[in-house]
């Protein structure tokens, strides 16, 4: 009736939003008149509304300055402004280019099983470097929709520069072995940190 996750009945329980009568083995119920009247106090809820959010730094170093979590907050607070109700809030620490993020399959598994109406990011590459066109596609066969925060990306050299080097000793490694691939990525990366420096000398 409204499309509230079990997670957000729970917080608005206790938060004292929606209370439920409970029974005798401690099931919740919700009064029909309680919802409605939840309903025309706030129009913004519904199943409209229900939102996961998707943040992702490339590196460990990028998590320790703290990028995440600011990421995070400002998704946090961008959804917050929109009324929306989140239901997730899934984080990764790996390159735009990593197939087998933790995060990016639990999004993908919940809009499968309509958990979610939004999946909020604050910038296009955050969902992925390539191939961002396929998983709105995929998403939105289930009812989703991709909502971006920023249309405009910050301009974030380092993190470029290891997608070309990802790219590289993935393309490598096909051809030359896991040894080669990862002997190739590493003269590529001695090669652009040479020509950061020569850049920085001029």
């Given amino acids: 009736m409204i499309g509230m996750s079990i997670e957000g009945l729970r917080h608005w329980e206790s938060a004292g939003i929606l209370v439920p009568m409970r029974t005798l083995t401690n099931q919740r119920r919700y009064r029909v008149a309680d919802l409605q009247a939840l309903l025309s106090e706030s129009p913004h809820v519904g199943r409209a509304s229900r939102c996961i959010l998707y943040a992702r730094v490339s590196t460990k170093k990028q998590q320790e300055a703290g990028n995440l979590d600011r990421q995070l907050g400002r998704l946090t607070t961008f959804a917050g402004e929109q009324h929306w109700t989140v239901v997730a809030a899934l984080t990764d620490v790996a390159s735009g280019l990593n197939e087998k993020?933790?995060?990016?399959?639990?999004?993908?598994?919940?809009?499968?099983?309509?958990?979610?109406?939004?999946?909020?990011?604050?910038y296009k590459d955050r969902l992925a470097r390539f191939g961002f066109a396929y998983l709105e596609t995929f998403?939105?066969?289930?009812?989703?929709?991709?909502?971006?925060?920023e249309h405009t990306a910050k301009d974030d050299q380092?993190?470029?520069v290891d997608d070309v080097i990802a790219i590289t000793t993935s393309f490598s490694a096909r051809i030359y072995g896991k040894r080669g691939g990862r002997k190739i990525g590493a003269t590529v990366r001695q090669a652009m940190a040479t020509l950061a420096q020569e850049g920085d000398s001029v």
């Fill in 101 to 122: 993020r933790r995060g990016l399959h639990q999004l993908l598994a919940l809009a499968q099983q309509h958990q979610a109406d939004i999946v909020a990011v604050e």
């Fill in 139 to 149: 998403l939105q066969a289930f009812g989703v929709r991709v909502v971006i925060m």
């Fill in 158 to 160: 380092q993190e470029l």
